[in-house]
T-cell receptor, first 113, second 114 residues
């Protein structure tokens, strides 16, 4: 069973601050995905990273994939109350989608106005 | 983009009864679908892999006789929770793949067993 460590699990910060969420594994990912999930809904894909060292930006969100493809981070700049939610990283170890995704425990993010 | 439709979104059932949850890929064919379970304040845990035309593959600790999976067509997988008990109450989410990294999730089903 692959393990995916995500931290922090809970984070409450003020509007305008920056934050980083980390996702680490001892195994190499074929790809890694970041999701955001609202209560009572399924996860919504934010980004997929595939290449080691890859950096992707989505407005104020910056996603990095480690060179060795074992870790990833999500950085939010100038957080807004609308960023509040559950953020999940999920790794695909098998490639091609044969084995499903392994999810991290999630980061419950609260941005206070 | 790919869309996965999941029904029902909420269901309440009595202890001992069975409940069926449907997962459909609306605009693409999915030979493989996945079923996850999510308890409150926790992350998603993979329950099983649903394969069109063959038996599902269950993760360790998931009872195959309790969680029956049928993937009868390229666009539909169903999960039936048999003889449901209160401890089966959870949020069940399906997922399908389009392309090598294109996981798309359904909107989930909140099951409450009373």
């Amino acid at each position: 069973t692959q393990l995916l460590e995500q931290s922090p699990q809970f984070l409450s910060i003020q509007e305008g601050e920056n934050l980083t969420v980390y996702c680490n594994s001892s195994s190499v990912f074929s790809s890694l995905q970041w999701y955001r999930q609202e209560p009572g809904e399924g996860p919504v894909l934010l980004v997929t990273v595939v290449t080691g060292g890859e950096v992707k930006k989505l407005k104020r969100l910056t996603f990095q994939f480690g060179d060795a493809r074992k870790d990833s981070s999500l950085h939010i700049t100038a957080a807004q109350p609308g960023d509040t939610g559950l953020y999940l990283c999920a790794g695909d170890y098998s490639g091609g989608g044969a084995d499903g995704l392994t999810f991290g425990k999630g980061t419950h993010l609260i941005i206070q106005p | 983009g790919a869309v996965v439709s999941q029904h029902p979104s909420r269901v309440i059932c009595k202890s001992g009864t069975s409940v069926k949850i449907e997962c459909r890929s609306l605009d693409f064919q999915a030979t493989t679908m996945f079923w996850y379970r999510q308890f409150p304040k926790q992350s998603l845990m993979l329950m099983a892999t649903s394969n069109e035309g063959s038996k599902a593959t269950y993760e360790q600790g998931v009872e195959k006789d309790k969680f029956l999976i049928n993937h009868a067509s390229l666009t539909l997988s169903t999960l039936t929770v048999t003889s449901a008990h209160p401890e089966d109450s959870s949020f069940y989410i399906c997922s399908a793949i389009q392309g090598p990294h294109g996981y798309t999730f359904g909107s989930g089903t909140r099951l409450t067993v009373v």
